[in-house]
């Protein structure tokens, strides 16, 4: 199934990096869009028929346009150069309404790291923090200047005193625990980017309050070599279905013929939401916790011991 609310022109396309284009987008005729809150995303559906998430990184009180940010991933499955090599102003595309599964919560400071692209998120948490009077540091890590969207508009800015850029081919990997330092009490810590960034500071958050960091990945978790076939219930439809080791849940639901709606596929958008009747999962999504129960996303989790049973 895929996501579109509306369709929108694009009506201005920068180049952001070497590998990175910034899309304007507005209602053909002129008129107000969903409003939304730092963190969102939207589901774009593409002339082609793809459907990808990407975060909204305008300005929010801008009523009438949408702003996002893409890099083209040479590892992909053809969205983001679709988006580089064809997708031009004047192009429509499908526009979901905004849906946040990487929202700013109330905080005493914020430490934000963004990695590469991930920076999109950041860009309006960095203008509600201000706006809020909230302390934030940001550190933005990149290859190199060339590679890094925004970097110009960050350290040239109102509030340049806030960031720090590292570039890993002049310095190599930072140390993250040194670069997030101390944190004050209540303090927040938002990381977007590659999954090897995440991990450590996953590690890192062993030792910090519960709910201290909160991550949000671009890409989609590896199958892991422990990985065993398991079976699901699909409890309305009445079919039971078994999922193979390397095969995700969401893509055995729809080959099996169910509709389920879906976007990210790395469990970051949250719109395939399933509820869950029995069973525990594995989850492996960037929204959910470990002791969550009720419900999962099947693009990425997996049952934990051999059955889940789904509310489908």
């Known amino acids: 199934m895929h996501i579109g609310a509306g369709k929108l022109d694009v009506v201005e396309r920068r180049q952001l990096a070497v590998d990175a284009v910034e899309l304007t987008l507005r209602r053909p005729d002129l008129g107000r869009l969903s409003d939304w809150t730092p963190g969102a995303h939207v589901a774009l559906t593409l002339p082609n028929g793809m459907v990808r998430p990407y975060s909204l990184c305008g300005d929010r009180w801008d009523p009438c346009t949408y702003t996002v940010a893409v890099r083209r991933d040479v590892d992909g499955t053809g969205g983001s150069a679709y988006l580089h090599d064809v997708l031009r102003v004047g192009d429509v595309v499908g526009v979901g309404t905004p849906r946040n599964s990487f929202p700013l919560v109330p905080a005493t400071s914020y430490v934000f790291v963004a990695g590469g692209i991930g920076i999109t998120p950041f860009l309006p948490m960095?203008?509600?923090?201000?706006?809020?009077?909230?302390?934030?540091?940001?550190?933005?890590?990149?290859?190199?200047?060339?590679?890094?969207?925004y970097v110009d508009d960050l350290l040239t800015g109102p509030r340049a005193e806030h960031v720090e850029v590292h570039t890993t081919s002049d310095h190599g990997r930072p140390d993250l625990a040194e670069a997030v330092g101390p944190l004050t009490d209540g303090a927040r810590v938002y990381a977007c980017g590659p999954a090897d960034m995440s991990d450590v500071l996953e590690d890192l958050a062993r030792s910090w309050p519960d709910y201290t960091l909160r991550t949000e990945a671009f890409a989609r978790p590896k199958a892991l070599e422990t990985d065993e076939p398991f079976t699901?219930?699909?409890?309305?439809?009445?079919?039971?279905?078994?999922?193979?080791?390397?095969?995700?849940?969401?893509?055995?639901?729809?080959?099996?013929?169910?509709?389920?709606?879906?976007?990210?596929?790395?469990?970051?958008?949250?719109?395939?939401?399933?509820?869950?009747l029995h069973g525990?999962?594995?989850?492996?999504?960037?929204?959910?916790?470990?002791?969550?129960?009720?419900?999962?996303?099947p693009c990425v989790s997996r049952a934990r011991e051999g059955l889940v049973v789904l509310d489908l």
């Open 126 to 149: 960095i203008q509600a923090a201000a706006g809020l009077d909230i302390p934030f540091r940001l550190l933005y890590i990149g290859r190199d200047i060339a590679s890094m969207p």
């Open 232 to 276: 699901a219930e699909l409890r309305r439809t009445g079919a039971t279905i078994t999922v193979p080791r390397r095969t995700s849940l969401l893509e055995a639901i729809q080959t099996a013929g169910v509709d389920i709606l879906s976007s990210c596929r790395a469990g970051s958008c949250g719109a395939c939401e399933t509820p869950v």
């Open 280 to 297: 525990e999962v594995d989850h492996r999504d960037t929204i959910l916790a470990d002791g969550d129960v009720g419900v999962m996303f």
